[in-house]
């Protein structure tokens, strides 16, 4: 079954966000897609390609990093788009996550990239790479999310989506379904943030 999380009364954390929750062994693949955070529209830049993050796109990569950081896995892998607003993205997840920048990849063919040549990048990850992140833009990756889980996904800008995939082998990815996990929005992680803040005020 498909499943969303949002705050009700009490935040809780889906059991597949929690750190211990691994099992060992098992080579079954996560796939965590996110699209670049909140970019700019600057009057000097006139390339699509090269508009940057803006003021709340540069808040909102730590908050969805810092969430990721306590609460799941680190990715063995990250293939992105090299557009500015999704390279200062995923390097600034990088930085919070305390991943090496030097393993990131970015991939030209994930520039605005179809459902397809989405699905080809995240094949290209190694066997070896259990949990995968991929970064990329819409529409594409509310598309690919749809033929992945069908599930109807509206991603914002640095949504996050974690799918179980149902392989064993990432070049399998086009000829398999999966399992939505968990939907992370930084709306949603500014409101529980914020109703664990006045919690604490209130004791």
């Excluded at 040549?117 to 290209?124: C, E, I, K, M, S």
């Excluded at 929005?185 to 943030?193: C, K």
Aim: glycine share 6%.
């Amino acid at each position: 079954m498909n499943r969303c999380y949002f705050p009700v009364n009490s935040v809780k954390i889906p059991p597949e966000l929690c750190l211990r929750n691994t099992f060992l062994g098992d080579s079954i693949k996560t796939l965590r897609i996110m699209r670049h955070a909140k970019s700019d529209y600057p009057p000097d830049v006139r390339s699509d390609f090269d508009r940057p993050l803006n003021e709340q796109g540069r808040k909102d990569v730590p908050l969805v990093g810092k969430l990721l950081n306590n609460f799941g896995p680190q990715p063995d892998a990250v293939s992105a788009s090299p557009a500015l607003r999704a390279r200062q993205t995923v390097e600034g997840l990088a930085t919070t996550l305390n991943v090496p920048t030097n393993t990131l990849r970015f991939h030209e063919s994930l520039y605005l990239a179809l459902p397809q040549t989405l699905a080809q990048a995240a094949a290209t990850f190694p066997d070896s790479v259990q949990t995968g992140l991929l970064f990329a833009h819409n529409p594409g990756l509310e598309e690919w999310v749809a033929q992945l889980t069908g599930a109807r996904v509206e991603l914002p800008t640095a949504g996050l989506v974690a799918i179980q995939l149902g392989c064993f082998s990432w070049t399998d990815i086009e000829q398999k379904y999966g399992q939505l996990l968990y939907f992370i929005i930084p709306l949603l992680i500014r409101a529980i943030t914020q109703s664990n803040r006045l919690a604490l005020e209130s004791v």
